[in-house]
């Protein structure tokens, strides 16, 4: 943040000045502080003791706006983002940040910035077009929440879609809206249209921020049948396009991000995509060859390999399972096995979950390990979640058992993989 603030030249030169002065001594906090406010004349000390001395980072909420063909006016103020949307006192409603305001337009990251010192700020941003837009907290350099105006959302849509809005303000912009749902202070609809226009997205960090989104949201929709079936389809519609450009096939042209991006595609495919016939019958074509050599990585690498079981299981019945199961023995190496125990319970039959749930608390599986398919059949769909809970709470006794002295965290993780896809108010008492 210091350096996006005070620019590259400042800051090697406030560094240097710290170094020198204090060269075989001792120093504290703010002697870094200082060089940096002495060479960038801004209050960089006021600036750091408001995030370094108080708890939490601040959410910048857009209050009011006034566009014009050539600039824009937004009204701001901040308060303290809490991530579960609790209510703040008085006394932490009156929390105050000194804030550095940078902002991006279709010219590029602007040159002014303001820092927000009080409640609330107003500043003025230059426009190159009537349909000019505005994106608050440049580059993501600042750790704090933005909430944007509707009208501000439309506007960086088409930024968005032209991708003229770098990769890490594409990726902020979602995560931002994201968090602001869940804590409250978005609506959900606002998202969705938010989401919408990264149809063309194909940036690894993006994408990052895209499949965190498309999955919490398929948790929360899974609840209500019609919503969730409406909500895949539109998720289908983004990952399938992505599938499109990346493709399964690894190429020699690769970058490291470039595998990245392949491998959230293919795990997006596995939970989005999986009755797509296309998808289906490259996931076959996978593990078939896979079946018949484990050692073929060509055909099914190993960072695919547990989404491709999981659209296997999704489309088979008990002759899929069994071969899939069949390979937790066959594997040589743990990380192996995890790949099954990933994607067993995704096995659509009620008893072929059931099956998995008194399987891996049998003993085949490892004690550090077994967890890991109990949370496979509660993440994989609404009666999933039922299934292992219900198990969760009649077995309690054999797992306590199990676990013995074992560490705690082991029981954590059950309870987790048992009951952490519940969204509702009810399971929630």
Excluded at 297 to 307: I, K, T
Aim: proline residues 3%.
């Amino acid at each position: 943040m210091i350096r996006a603030v005070i620019g590259m030249k400042a800051f090697q030169s406030g560094l240097g000045k710290y170094m020198k002065r204090h060269a075989y001594g001792n120093t504290e906090t703010f002697d870094l502080w200082k060089a940096w406010e002495e060479t960038s004349d801004m209050p960089i000390q006021e600036m750091m003791a408001s995030w370094t001395e108080q708890m939490g980072f601040p959410l910048v909420r857009v209050v009011g706006e006034t566009w014009k063909d050539n600039e824009v006016t937004l009204q701001l103020d901040q308060m303290w983002f809490l991530a579960d949307g609790s209510e703040l006192t008085e006394e932490e409603n009156n929390k105050i940040w000194t804030i550095p305001i940078m902002t991006c337009t279709e010219e590029g990251t602007q040159d002014d910035m303001t820092f927000m010192r009080e409640k609330t700020a107003t500043i003025t941003i230059p426009l190159s077009s009537k349909d000019g837009w505005v994106k608050l907290n440049a580059g993501q350099e600042v750790p704090m929440r933005v909430l944007p105006t509707p009208t501000m959302i439309d506007r960086l849509g088409e930024a968005i879609r032209n991708k003229k809005l770098s990769p890490c303000d594409r990726a902020g912009l979602l995560t931002d809206a994201y968090a602001l749902v869940k804590a409250g202070h978005m609506q959900p609809e606002t998202l969705i249209r938010l989401l919408s226009n990264y149809l063309e997205e194909d940036e690894y960090i993006v994408w990052q921020g895209i499949g965190d989104v498309l999955s919490g949201l398929d948790t929360i929709a899974s609840d209500d049948e019609e919503m969730n079936a409406i909500f895949k389809a539109f998720a289908r519609t983004l990952v399938i396009n992505l599938a499109k450009k990346v493709g399964w096939e690894s190429k020699k042209t690769d970058e490291h991000l470039s595998v990245l991006l392949r491998s959230i595609m293919i795990g997006l495919l596995g939970s989005f995509c999986s009755d797509d016939e296309d998808v289906s019958s490259e996931a076959k074509r996978r593990f078939e060859a896979f079946q018949a050599d484990h050692n073929d990585v060509q055909s099914l690498p190993s960072d695919m390999r547990s989404s491709v079981f999981k659209i296997i299981l999704k489309n088979g019945g008990e002759s899929e399972y069994e071969s899939v199961l069949a390979y937790f023995s066959e594997a040589t190496d743990n990380a192996e096995r995890k790949h099954v125990l990933a994607s067993l319970g995704h096995a659509p039959d009620k008893k072929l979950k059931e099956r998995t749930m008194e399987w891996t608390t049998s003993g085949a599986v490892k004690l550090q390990d077994f967890f890991y398919a109990m949370g496979s059949v509660g993440r994989s769909n609404k009666e999933g979640r039922e299934i292992s809970w219900a198990f969760y709470k009649s077995n309690f006794e054999m797992l306590n058992g199990m676990i013995g002295k074992g560490s705690p965290s082991l029981m954590d993780a059950c309870i987790v993989s048992c009951a952490g896809a519940f969204c509702s108010k009810e399971k929630g008492r």
